[in-house]
């Protein structure tokens, strides 16, 4: 018995050293930086791209490297979703952590987290979650510890929130003692204090609603929930540790003074006007306009009685941001793909890329939008994003051009990530 698991064990470790090294073809490479590259044939060793060389040259790299010939398909760099909350599978997800324990949230996370990595989404940035412990979190370093095979996982544990805003429970009595899923803090005290177990706890992010949201209870996206000094102590703290912050922000105001306080990122920007947009070109600040996630309300759960807020402010709203949203991309606004994924089917994820078009980026722009610039905010640009020399090897594969239907990135075939592959529908 021990020879045979033996032999079984050396089988194991040869075939895991010889995957190690391999050559993937295809017909083009949109490699993230804006070129398109014929005949591609990347040169992978370990979990690294080591060369980008022609398909007419992977006979030189010897026989040790194994060869993926995915023939007329059109080879991207893995996709990046800024905007995810992967415990959430309900409608109502002010409710959602008081259904199901941490543990049942962990493992809804991890199949999320898996179902998009096979979408063809190789990273996530979690923007907090329905969840009072931090599942995610956990989930990223089980993956990273080789305990399970998932997508590169960076974000937030919570959302920090002001007693009666976007992450508190407004709609029960006063004399029940439940805990929301947010971090209630007021001041600038209780905000230190908020980042500092946020950091302790394996946030490398910080996330805070700075005005009202869409999704919750009692209170109104318009107006602007913390204070300049609230919002200032929040950077700085966050700072100090070297971990940036998204700033939730629907309110024209709000945005403003999230961004003057120096938050990365701007998360929805639903009301935002010309001045802000100029100021976050200004501040260089990132915008996540998570545009997906009404589409799937309208289009799967119109009916809902959870959700009939978000979706009636939605219809107002929708047509006043894309407008601005056109505006911010001629002026340049470095406008990334965040979806507010919330449990839908994963594919339906890569619907984003096409409202971005509608905003009016040509196409390429679109999935610079999902790669490069998505791993610039996440300041991972050196490991992640596009497929260069140097960088993982996360590499996603079509069958069509998504340059010319971008709803192929709808219809990812083959997946691999830091080498590994992870599926091959070819």
Known sequence: MKKVLSICVLLMVSLNVFSQKTIVLAKNLIDGTGKVITSPAIVINENKIIAIDKKENASKYGKEYAIIDLGDYTILPGLIDAHV?????????????????????TLTGLK????LLSAGWTALRVAGDEEVGYANLEIRNAINNGVFVGPHIYGAGHYLSVTGGGG???FISYEQKIIPDGLIVDGPEEVRKAVRTEIKNGSDWIKILVTGAFMTTGDNPQNV???PEELKMAVEEAGRR??????????????KQAVKAGVRSIEHGSYMDEEAIDLMVQHGTYLIPTLTIDLYFKEKLADSKALAKAIALANDSRAGMY?????AVKKGLKI?????FIGWPANYSAREFGELIKIGMTPMQAIQAGTIVNAQLLQKEKEIGSIEVGKFADIIAVKGDPLKDISELEKVKFVMIGGKVIKNEK
């Open 85 to 105: 909350h992967p415990d959430n599978s309900s409608d109502d997800y002010q409710v959602g952590h008081l259904r199901a324990s941490s543990s049942a949230k």
């Open 225 to 227: 929930h913390f204070s």
């Open 323 to 327: 407008e601005k949203l056109r505006l």
């Open 242 to 255: 070297d971990v940036p912050v998204m700033a939730h922000a629907h309110a024209t105001e709000g945005i």
């Open 112 to 115: 999320a987290v898996q179902d």
């Open 168 to 170: 508190d429970i407004n």
């Open 336 to 340: 990334g793909v965040g979806t507010d």
